[in-house]
């Protein structure tokens, strides 16, 4: 099993930047992939990206592509989320998951991490 907890959040205007940070608790952290997704109210909880073990291979939503950059410190047992060029759109509660997903679509699924942080809320003003 592992631990998260999110930071990072908090309220940016529009075209601003926010980098969120989450700190994992785990022997087994790095064999995990971790990502992150968003819920907004009202709406479902999305994929935003994620990051394997390897570090190396990371994958993002195409809503955020070009904008947000996933990291992983494997040391430090910590994912960052860097975003740039914020929109009111990118509103929600961020949250960092970990998992064990299979290939290709798994890692954009919600039920393929079993590890949940609490969340932390971005705001984006217009």
């Known amino acids: 099993q592992v631990q998260l907890v999110e930071s990072g959040g908090g309220l940016v205007q529009a075209g601003g930047s926010l980098r969120l940070s989450c700190a994992a608790s785990?022997?087994?952290?790095?064999?995990?992939?971790v990502g992150w997704f968003r819920q907004a109210p009202g709406k479902e909880r999305e994929f935003v990206a994620t990051?394997?073990?390897?570090?190396?291979?990371?994958y993002y939503a195409d809503s955020v592509k070009g904008r947000f950059t996933i990291s992983r410190d494997n040391a430090e047992k910590m994912v960052y989320l860097q975003m740039n060029s914020l929109k009111p759109e990118d509103t929600a509660i961020y949250y960092c998951?970990?998992?064990?997903?299979?290939?290709?679509?798994?890692?954009?699924?919600?039920?393929?991490?079993?590890?949940w942080g609490q969340g932390t809320q971005v705001t984006v003003s217009s």
């Open positions: 785990g022997r087994t952290f790095s064999s995990y992939a």
């Open positions: 998951a970990a998992g064990l997903p299979g290939a290709g679509p798994d890692y954009y699924q919600t039920n393929s991490y079993n590890n």
């Open positions: 990051i394997l073990w390897s570090v190396i291979s990371t």
